[in-house]
Structures are given as structure tokens and as C-alpha cells.
């Protein structure tokens, strides 16, 4: 449930950086958070259909960080627009 709450506020955080960005470097950093979110997902999915594999458990992980980073750079070219 959390993971869902979490994509859908990606999302729309995301979408509304689009709508409304001023900049074409705003812009970049919503794909990037979209990116990321796309490639976090994937891996989640295919962590549940190779029954949960290490290596894909620490890609998961990785993924997370990326995530993070996109949403904090997100964040920051938000708040200098």
C-alpha cells in the first residue's frame, strides 16, 4: 500500500513539474523522477516473479537511491524556478 502512495505521489508531483515548469531544466528533472519511478517499478516486478533474487533485492535498493536523488533534484530546481 505504501509503495502505491508513493508511486501515485511521484506521479503527480512529477506532472505537475511538467505542466507548470517554466524551464526546459525543469522539465529534465520531472523525466528524470519519472525515469527512475519507471525503473524502480521494473524491478519490483521482476523481484516478484524470480522470487525475490539478491542481486535484484539490491538493484531494488539502488533503484530507491536513484529515485531519491531524482525527487531531491526535482526539488531543488522547483524551488530556484
Known amino acids: 500500500m505504501v509503495a502505491i502512495v508513493a508511486t501515485l505521489a511521484v506521479l503527480i508531483a512529477a506532472w505537475l513539474a511538467l505542466r507548470r515548469a517554466p524551464t526546459a531544466l525543469l522539465r529534465r528533472g520531472a523525466w528524470w523522477a519519472v525515469g527512475a519511478l519507471g525503473l524502480q517499478l ?40
Open 42 to 81: 521494473l524491478i519490483a516486478v521482476a523481484m516478484i516473479l524470480k522470487a525475490f533474487p539478491i542481486s535484484l533485492a539490491a538493484g531494488h535498493n539502488a533503484g530507491a537511491a536513484l529515485l531519491l536523488m531524482a525527487m531531491l533534484l526535482l526539488n531543488r530546481r522547483l524551488r530556484e524556478a
